[in-house]
């Protein structure tokens, strides 16, 4: 933030909404749509994901078997999609999981943001929970695939500030990076409340979101477009993740030094998805088991 803030002037009284605009628009931070651009946005991705698949096992003991590709969005679906998204693996035998990049949109993306983007997406986010989910043979086929949005959203929100700790980075933009997609997903709960309770008009949401997450008008339209038709979600991903956040400093704040961060993980994850309530029932559980008081 003092970076941020000293880029964008320390005195200045622009919402921060635009000074993130300011940072996003600086040549050196931003890749390109040229055909050499896009490519490299998907590199980027590319390695991202794959550095932290060698990290796995410092903080899961349970790992999917199912692969992951990074795969460009056809341009005729750039338009209405956001800038990255996960496809969960599916079929029988399980089909890859597919992380699709916006390359299209790659001149709104910051560097220091697609980083958080990959995690929250691909390893640690959704593929590796999606895809141990989708592994369990022994839950009924429904349950394999069945998502509950508080929980699938909340861990890769919770993914998010978990791959930058897994990466050891000091880097602070990396900590921008983390800062402004949470930022987003604040906003984005802001606006899904303002619509759905305070009967916000669809300008006065492009208004918040513009002023308040850092997007172009195009963007916002498109955050608030979703949002109005579906309600909860924007919500979702917040409460989600500080449920996670909540259970594993509770954990750790009751075992100690017995905590081991790749047991809780496990059992974090290891059923497939589920309601929030379920979820603090099992970490609950876990966490009793696991205590010598």
Same mark, same amino acid.
């Given at each position: 933030?003092?970076?941020?803030?000293?880029?964008?002037?320390?005195?200045?009284?622009?919402?921060?909404?635009?000074?993130?605009?300011?940072?996003?628009?600086? %040549?050196?931070?931003?890749?390109?749509?040229?055909?050499?651009?896009?490519?490299?946005? +998907?590199?980027?991705?590319?390695?991202?994901?794959?550095?932290?698949?060698?990290?796995?096992?410092?903080?899961?003991?349970?790992? %999917?078997?199912?692969?992951?590709? $990074?795969?460009?969005?056809?341009?005729?679906?750039?338009?209405?999609?956001?800038?990255?998204?996960?496809?969960?693996?599916?079929?029988?035998?399980?089909?890859?999981?597919?992380?699709?990049?916006? #390359?299209?949109?790659?001149? #709104?993306? #910051?560097?220091?943001?697609? !980083?958080?983007?990959?995690?929250?997406?691909?390893?640690?986010?959704?593929?590796?929970? !999606?895809?141990?989910?989708?592994?369990?043979?022994?839950?009924?086929?429904?349950?394999?695939?069945?998502?509950?949005?508080?929980?699938?959203?909340?861990?890769?929100?919770?993914?998010?500030?978990?791959?930058?700790?897994?990466?050891?980075?000091?880097?602070?933009?990396?900590?921008?990076?983390? +800062?402004?997609?949470?930022?987003?997903?604040?906003?984005?709960?802001?606006?899904?409340?303002?619509?759905?309770?305070?009967?916000?008009?669809?300008?006065?949401?492009?208004?918040?979101?513009?002023?308040?997450?850092?997007?172009?008008?195009?963007?916002?339209?498109?955050? $608030?477009?979703?949002?109005?038709?579906?309600?909860?979600?924007?919500?979702?991903?917040?409460?989600?993740?500080?449920?996670?956040?909540?259970?594993?400093?509770?954990?750790?704040? $009751?075992?100690?030094?017995?905590?081991?961060?790749?047991?809780?993980?496990?059992?974090?994850?290891?059923?497939?998805?589920?309601?929030?309530? $379920?979820?603090?029932?099992?970490?609950?559980?876990?966490?009793?088991?696991?205590?010598?008081?």
């Amino acid at each position: 933030l003092t970076i941020l803030l000293n880029l964008a002037g320390k005195n200045s009284d622009e919402p921060l909404g635009t000074r993130l605009k300011t940072l996003s628009s600086k %040549p050196e931070f931003t890749f390109d749509t040229t055909s050499s651009g896009r490519q490299e946005t +998907l590199d980027y991705f590319e390695t991202a994901s794959s550095a932290q698949f060698t990290r796995l096992p410092s903080y899961f003991n349970l790992l %999917p078997k199912t692969e992951m590709i $990074v795969k460009e969005l056809p341009q005729r679906r750039s338009q209405s999609r956001t800038m990255a998204l996960y496809i969960p693996p599916k079929g029988e035998p399980l089909q890859e999981g597919k992380l699709y990049v916006n #390359t299209w949109q790659a001149h #709104t993306l #910051t560097r220091y943001l697609a !980083k958080t983007f990959a995690y929250h997406e691909g390893v640690p986010g959704h593929h590796l929970q !999606k895809s141990i989910q989708a592994e369990l043979k022994d839950l009924p086929t429904f349950r394999r695939f069945l998502p509950f949005e508080s929980y699938s959203e909340g861990w890769a929100m919770y993914a998010e500030q978990l791959g930058h700790e897994m990466t050891g980075s000091e880097d602070p933009w990396d900590k921008i990076g983390l +800062l402004q997609s949470d930022l987003f997903r604040t906003a984005r709960m802001m606006t899904d409340i303002g619509i759905h309770h305070k009967k916000w008009l669809r300008e006065q949401a492009i208004d918040f979101m513009v002023k308040n997450a850092g997007l172009a008008e195009s963007e916002a339209e498109r955050e $608030v477009d979703r949002y109005i038709v579906w309600p909860g979600q924007g919500c979702a991903y917040k409460v989600g993740q500080l449920k996670f956040l909540e259970l594993r400093n509770k954990a750790d704040q $009751v075992l100690g030094d017995d905590f081991d961060i790749k047991e809780f993980h496990d059992v974090a994850i290891g059923a497939g998805a589920m309601p929030l309530q $379920v979820l603090e029932q099992r970490i609950n559980e876990y966490v009793a088991r696991n205590s010598k008081n």
